[in-house]
């Protein structure tokens, strides 16, 4: 039997208006056109709406890995997501990551002979810390082929490539030394 025309408007005012995204652990809602238009990036609304500035937009166009954050336990480009195709999702940024967290120890620690230091200018290094924890959160021991694959859709301009795999490497040592679960 098909319904009327009340039936179908209170179908409609029932579905929710708001966009609902989980960042770093706060729930955020926004109102399309107001504070989300239909064009905007997830990068955009988490570094110029919402000031996570931690998160690096370098090419914009999904070539450089630098706006790397973790959306439901994966690693994504920001600037290749729509901010409502987020609705309903967690997104973690690398302010959300504890200070003590062993991949951001790992990466301020590289510096060692024959690999040098895993930060120079500090552009990538953001979207290479959320591809770290993604990576190590699915597989906490990688090999380094697998750290190499994971992290190849990432460009670091200084190129600290031998010395970032390095930082993976013992952040994953530490992780298992301190027998965090994956």
Known sequence: M????????????KQPSGIMITINGC?????????????????????EKL??????????EGACGACTVIMDGKAVLSCMILAIEAHGHEILT?????????????FAEQCEPGYGTALQC????PGFVMGTRALLNENPIPTMAEIKESLS?????????AAIAQAVVHASEKIAKKGEPS
């Open 51 to 60: 000031g996570y500035t931690g998160l690096k937009v370098s090419c914009d």
């Open 122 to 125: 500090g552009i990538c290094t």
């Open 27 to 47: 729930r955020h809602n926004f109102e399309p056109e107001r504070d989300i238009t239909p064009t905007m990036t997830l990068s955009y609304l988490l570094r």
């Open 2 to 13: 098909p319904k009327s025309s009340k039936e179908t408007r209170k179908t409609v005012a």
């Open 153 to 161: 859709g990432h460009i670091c301009r200084c190129g600290c490539y």
């Open 94 to 106: 690398i302010e959300g990551l504890p200070k003590n967290d062993p991949v951001v120890e790992a």
